[in-house]
């Protein structure tokens, strides 16, 4: 059922406006309190992709979290989406950037090699400082640029689209792979997937949780694998919640699946101890 693939909209409400416009600017304020004093409140975690060919994890996906002071949990499309208002997404990009590159990188000297994908937004690739920035991270921890990859969505890549083509280019002289997340449910018409600049296609969640059940999400995934494979590109599967919707994208030639089925996102230490589990088991 296609309907559900609706973009989630914050609500402005008209009653209780003044009261809800304070919190999100004391929200914004706190999350650049925490970035400055990096002290645990934020924090990474890192959600297996299982490469279907092999049968390996080679890849995850990292994906922030905040617990504040007091124990409670923010979650991520509340306070991403204000940082984006607000510009700290830049701050924050940057923070998750050398934390992640440092995380590939201390995996990297455990014997363990893995690639590692970040959600940045259209604001981040926009400033050059970006991409120094990356490029910094990735000399000082010595860390190949093949071992990032960007995920960006299609609404991202529509804002100032030449533009952002150019940086994604200019991106890719890194070694770096780019990644057209939720793809699907966003506006990108196949004339522009085809010059869009990128290595990878990662289906909306929208099309997975029920993959097992409807036979038109069956349908849209064969033929968006068909579609990117033709195009050069791998696709990826978000939101593989059971077996028998991993199974339908293993008989379709997916090539990357991610979702609860296999693992929640992890704290890097947990991922670990997850990892040896599922390589002894396998
Ligand atoms: P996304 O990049 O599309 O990430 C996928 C979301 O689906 C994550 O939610 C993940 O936890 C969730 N997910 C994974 N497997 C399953 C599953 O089997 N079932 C279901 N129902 N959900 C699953 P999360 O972590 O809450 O993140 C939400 C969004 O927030 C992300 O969507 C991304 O757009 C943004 N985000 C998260 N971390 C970062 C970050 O470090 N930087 C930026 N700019 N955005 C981030
Ligand atoms: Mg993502
Ligand atoms: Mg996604
Ligand atoms: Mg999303």
Redesign the pocket.
């Known amino acids: 059922d296609t309907a559900s693939c609706e973009h989630k909209t914050i609500h402005y409400y008209q009653e209780g406006e003044d009261e809800e416009h304070l919190e999100r600017l004391a929200i914004i304020d706190e999350l650049k309190q925490a970035l400055v004093d990096d002290d645990g409140q934020l924090f ?2 890192y ?1 297996p992709k299982l490469n279907i060919k092999t049968n390996c994890i080679d890849k995850v ?5 905040w617990q504040r002071k007091d124990g409670q949990w923010v ?3 509340l306070f ?1 989406d204000l ?2 208002q607000s510009g700290v ?1 830049v701050e ?2 940057s923070w ?1 950037v050398k934390t ?1 590159v440092s995380q590939v990188a201390a995996w990297q000297q455990q014997g363990i090699t893995m690639q590692a ?5 259209a604001q ?1 690739i926009a400033y050059p400082s970006f991409y120094s920035h990356l490029a910094k991270q990735l000399e000082k921890h010595a860390v190949n640029g093949r071992l990032i990859t960007i ?1 960006l ?1 299609e609404r991202d890549m529509i804002e100032n689209e030449e533009q952002g083509i150019k940086a994604l280019e200019n991106l890719k002289t890194l070694g770096v792979k780019i990644s057209l ?2 793809y699907g449910v966003g506006q990108t018409s196949l004339g522009r997937l085809k010059s869009l600049p990128i290595d990878e296609l ?1 289906l ?2 929208c099309f ?2 029920q993959l097992d059940q409807s036979r038109q999400d069956q349908y849209i995934v064969q033929s968006t694998v068909t579609l990117g494979h033709q195009l050069g590109f791998s696709v990826v599967a ?4 059971n077996k028998d919707s991993l199974d339908i994208l293993v008989q379709n030639k997916c090539d990357y699946a ?4 296999l693992s ?2 992890l704290k890097s230490e947990q991922f670990l101890q997850w990892l040896e589990v599922y390589n002894e088991a396998s």
């Not at 994908?117 to 937004?121: E, K, L, M």
């Not at 991610?258 to 089925?261: L, S």
């Open positions: 990474m975690t959600q996906e990292s994906l922030i979290r979650s991520p499309e991403i940082a984006e997404i924050l990009t998750v992640v994908a970040i959600n940045v937004s981040d995920e969505t997340d939720d990662k909306d969640k997975i949780l978000e939101g593989v919640e991610q979702g609860y089925y929640r996102p």
